[in-house]
């Protein structure tokens, strides 16, 4: 390695110091420059004068509180190991790193800190409130706020649970990429009330799986009609089945509960409900401002990237976003919103170590023609949106160790890790949680048109506990069209819970096609471990899926080829049906292959498939090989799914693996 030329940052330093020290000198004539900018400058001139010698910026602890995101461009970049025989890279090297010092937490923060509250008495109840005059003058507004670096929330209606829709009214129809979408419905009797500041109400309307964010406009109380600013992003619906549901954020009247906050837009004052223990003098306030905090651009037409820069040890928090009008959302995956950090047609960029909380959006996304991006042992956690977002015409990002949870805060409909029409990426090794939607989702295209998001690596993650009940049509994975390479190995999937349908394990969507599901331990989903839309060539092989909620495995569509193949898996389960009959198609032996499988129902001794018996099944030449017994769990109640020596496991060729190493490597 050579030797890294180091610069340091305080927020307690002097931009016209040199930097080159990591504390005040004595006499006070120099010491750490006080903002990043003026560090990420003195490293670029350094670099012009000494090309071959790296710079690492060391960030002092602190919260650095930014006016405007940093910003990296081409003229940011490390030292390239040196280069013989073509493009082999040898040597010693050194990126550009930029790093939280020893043991010290730096934060870069979009937020701005608020004071200067007085106590007062609300309804018998103590409460804080300060006068904003920004937002009185409609030149500052947020929806979020934390406290003691927690997120607080503002009043919800009901607090608990979600209304439903009574009826549609008429209205305009939007230009919608879903036919029926409008901007009014009535609501049932005492959903909604004759609210103070009504236009400060904000409805949260969940539908199948995207959600809408809906100001009201108007409130007719006769009628029960509510009308909204903007159109919901898909069609309205009063159908429970559907998954419609909805609840209101920033009621004044529903303010009460310790740590719930109202903003007042039209007088700019802040009312916030203190919890115990809080005091005035105690108590720090953060609302976040900015929609990012960090941009890493290139100019691929003139060849300029920012190239081999390492993050390390940074906390990134405190941005807020939001959708103008007329938006309400987007059609799936929150993929619309922005993130925190941006890396658009960068190169080698790395971030270790750091933590991306607090935030209003997502946590990284990856944008343009950028490639070999790593994100390593980071934690993502109290998120507006997703962790990452690896998007259309990237390559190679890496996505390892990370701890991803808390996530879809304000955006329900945001996963944990998204990867567009991206090629050669790898999700390994990561625990993702406690999140509102889908877990990882792989590719974006509806259909068998190539795209490229071939050769995906997802193995090794340890994905449970999400969905909660908030929206319909997700899984622990999901993929969308032809996945050429892509392999789905190793992964412990549990505790997937949709709204309505579509609370699945794993989930090849529209077109998925040639993927590999090797080796997954899959289990209590509310509806099946393992569902395919329509796809072709998928291989489903060596998995164990049990318990799954109103059926085992689905397939909606057999189409004219090859759907999957489905050999040497165990099935167990005490609910639902093992193979629920498509939806469309007929099954033959053409569109399916199915053997060495080991299937046992708790409730009987007999199972049955595609409605049919067991003889019926295995005469259209599925399962010749296959057993119907026990086993041998060493405890599948207490979901330990060891196989015992004796289990008839091994006679269908099933191969045991180990997920003890499954989620974050703490090496």
């Not at 959006?361 to 934690?379: F, K, N, Q």
Request: glycine share 10%.
């Amino acid at each position: 390695m050579p030797d890294y030329h180091e610069l340091f940052v305080s927020p307690g330093g002097n931009d016209r110091w040199t930097g080159t020290r990591a504390s005040v000198a004595r006499q006070g004539s120099d010491g750490p420059l006080r903002t990043i900018p003026r560090a990420v400058r003195a490293a670029r001139a350094w670099r012009r004068q000494h090309a071959d010698s790296a710079v690492r910026i060391n960030l002092r602890g602190g919260t650095y509180f930014l006016d405007k995101p940093l910003a990296f461009d081409h003229r940011d970049r490390g030292v390239e190991p040196r280069k013989i025989r073509g493009n082999c890279r040898v040597g010693a090297d050194g990126p550009l790193i930029i790093a939280g010092y020893k043991d010290e937490t730096p934060v870069l923060s979009g937020g701005i800190e608020i004071g200067g509250f007085v106590e007062e008495r609300l309804h018998g109840r103590t409460v804080w409130v300060v006068d904003i005059p920004e937002v009185a003058r409609g030149e500052l507004y947020f929806r979020q706020l934390f406290v003691n670096d927690e997120r607080r929330q503002r009043p919800r209606w009901p607090q608990s649970g979600f209304c439903g829709i009574r009826k549609l009214a008429p209205g305009p129809e939007a230009d919608s990429w879903k036919k029926g979408t409008n901007d009014r419905f009535h609501f049932h009797e005492g959903d909604i009330e004759a609210w103070h500041n009504l236009t400060d109400v904000e409805l949260v309307l969940l539908q199948v799986w995207i959600e809408s964010r809906l100001w009201l406009k108007s409130v007719d109380m006769k009628q029960q009609l509510a009308t909204f600013d903007r159109f919901s992003t898909s069609g309205l619906s009063a159908d429970e089945k559907s998954g419609s549901a909805w609840f209101v954020e920033n009621v004044y009247e529903a303010l009460g509960e310790p740590g719930d906050w109202y903003l007042d837009r039209s007088t700019g004052r802040l009312t916030y409900v203190p919890k115990k223990g809080e005091t005035l003098g105690n108590t720090r306030f953060v609302a976040p401002v900015l929609p990012k905090l960090l941009t890493l651009e290139g100019t691929p037409g003139k060849n300029r990237h920012p190239e081999y820069i390492r993050f390390e040890g940074i906390r990134f928090s405190h941005t807020e976003w939001s959708y103008d009008a007329p938006l309400s959302g987007c059609e799936q995956a929150a993929r619309m919103v922005p993130a925190a950090v941006q890396v658009t047609d960068a190169i080698r960029i790395g971030f270790h170590n750091c933590t991306f909380n607090h935030l209003g959006t997502w946590g990284i996304e990856v944008l343009g023609s950028s490639r070999d991006v790593t994100i390593a042992g980071c934690a993502f956690e109290d998120l507006g949106a997703g962790a990452v977002k690896a998007w259309h015409g990237t390559q190679r990002t890496t996505v390892s160790d990370c701890e991803i949870s808390a996530c879809g805060r304000v955006f329900y409909s945001a996963v944990g890790v998204l990867i567009g029409n991206s090629g050669a990426n790898k999700v390994i090794h990561n625990h993702i949680h406690d999140i509102r939607y889908t877990g990882i989702s792989v590719g974006w295209h509806w259909g068998y048109e190539l795209c490229h998001n071939q050769g995906n690596i997802i193995e090794y993650n340890h994905i449970h506990h999400i969905g909660a009940g908030y929206l319909s049509d997700m899984g622990g994975i999901y993929t969308l069209g032809p996945q050429q390479g892509t392999r789905l190995r190793f992964n412990h999937i549990h505790h997937v819970q949709s709204r309505t349908y579509g609370g699945w394990g794993i989930y090849p969507d529209e077109g998925s096609s040639d993927l590999l599901v090797e080796s997954n331990l899959v289990h209590d989903c509310n509806r099946a471990l393992f569902n395919q839309h329509y796809g072709g060539n998928n291989v489903v092989r060596n998995n164990i899926f049990a318990f799954g909620g109103d059926g085992q495995v689905s397939l909606s569509c057999i189409e004219q080829h090859r759907s999957f193949t489905f050999c040497h898996n165990i099935v167990l389960f005490d609910s639902g049906v093992l193979f629920a009959p498509p939806h469309v198609g007929t099954i033959e032996a053409t569109s399916l292959a199915w053997d060495h499988n080991l299937y046992f129902d708790h409730r009987r001794s007999r199972v049955t498939l595609g409605g049919l018996s067991w003889t019926k099944w295995r005469q259209l030449g599925f399962d010749r090989h296959s057993v119907v017994a026990d086993p041998g769990f060493d405890n599948a109640q207490q979901r330990r799914f060891q196989l015992k020596k004796n289990s008839p496991a091994h006679r269908i060729g099933f191969q045991p693996f180990d997920l003890s190493n499954t989620g974050p490597r703490r090496t």
